[in-house]
């Protein structure tokens, strides 16, 4: 496990702008001024509507894309300084995604979906990738099923799988976007039960959009997503609502 420094911020947006020019000249204002920290062990909750902007914010977190106006930085190090090849690095070693669309390699195994993110790494994660993979593959669950194709497993085991891969390097950033929204609720819970106990364990940061209240409830900070506009949230009703349910099924 890496050694990280809990009084150290992560990925700090300020006053972060996105904007796309349309056909007939006109702006669409997707993010307006948002400013965010998210430091080691956070765990972060961005709810809002469809069309809010918050697959974008994500991207934007995880320098898959950068702000119209605004700063970004990593580690303190600012993202529109570094070339190219220097940001995959920093992406690809720090930043773990999990897609709710899965994004999996058609045709190809769960060892291979997850093997694939140390397939440019150095040293001991290039060598030992296979046995890194297997072993990602039995802590998520899915140790019997790692030689399975992925696009034939359930909805459920390809999340896992997903997730797995968004991990296999531990990244100090776990970036998931509406995780549970292809699964039903048994196993939507189930997965975020494991992200929350992945992140805990590795004290990473993990921020989740999502538009399900109880989803984003077991957050510890939350923020509401609207009109391009970002801002502290209070979920505790869907908390309780969310804890009593739970008391419900048990």
């Known amino acids: 496990m890496r050694?990280?420094?809990?009084?150290?911020?992560?990925?700090?947006?300020?006053?972060?702008?996105?904007?796309?020019?349309?056909?007939?000249?006109?702006?669409?204002?997707?993010?307006?001024?948002?400013?965010?920290?998210?430091s080691a062990g956070d765990?972060?909750?961005?709810?809002?509507?469809?069309?809010?902007?918050?697959?974008?914010?994500?991207?934007?977190l995880g320098m898959l894309d950068a702000p119209t106006t605004g700063t970004v930085a990593?580690?303190?190090r600012p993202v529109?300084?570094?070339?190219?090849?220097?940001?995959?690095?920093?992406?690809?070693d720090n930043v773990g995604f999990v897609f709710q669309q899965f994004n999996l390699l058609a045709g190809r195994t769960a060892?291979?979906?997850?093997?694939?993110?140390?397939?440019?790494?150095?040293?001991?994660?290039?060598?030992?990738?296979?046995?890194?993979?297997?072993?990602?593959?039995?802590?998520?669950?899915?140790?019997?099923?790692?030689?399975?194709?992925?696009d034939r497993l359930s909805g459920g085991e390809q999340q896992r799988v997903a997730i797995a891969r968004a991990l296999v390097r531990q990244p100090v950033l776990i970036l998931a976007d509406e995780p549970t929204g292809a699964l039903d609720i048994d196993t939507g819970a189930s997965i975020m039960a494991l992200l929350d106990e992945v992140a805990t364990e590795t004290d990473a940061a993990l921020v989740t959009i999502t538009h399900d209240l109880h989803?984003?409830?077991?957050?510890?900070?939350?923020?509401?997503?609207?009109a391009g506009h970002l801002a502290p949230t209070d979920l505790s009703r869907a908390f309780e609502a969310s804890t009593l349910a739970l008391g419900t099924d048990a």
Not at 14 to 22: A, G, N
Not at 43 to 57: C, D, F
């Open 80 to 92: 529109h300084k570094m070339r190219s090849g220097r940001l995959d690095r920093v992406r690809g």
């Open 215 to 226: 989803v984003a409830a077991r957050a510890r900070r939350h923020y509401r997503l609207d």
């Open 111 to 150: 060892l291979d979906n997850v093997m694939m993110p140390l397939g440019h790494a150095k040293g001991r994660l290039f060598w030992k990738r296979r046995a890194i993979a297997t072993d990602m593959l039995e802590r998520v669950g899915l140790g019997h099923r790692i030689d399975q194709i992925a």
């Open 43 to 60: 765990h972060v909750s961005i709810v809002g509507r469809s069309g809010s902007g918050k697959s974008t914010l994500l991207n934007i």
């Open 3 to 38: 050694e990280r420094n809990q009084l150290v911020t992560l990925v700090a947006l300020d006053e972060v702008t996105k904007s796309v020019l349309l056909a007939d000249d006109s702006r669409l204002e997707i993010l307006r001024g948002v400013t965010l920290e998210v």
């Open 74 to 76: 990593f580690e303190g």
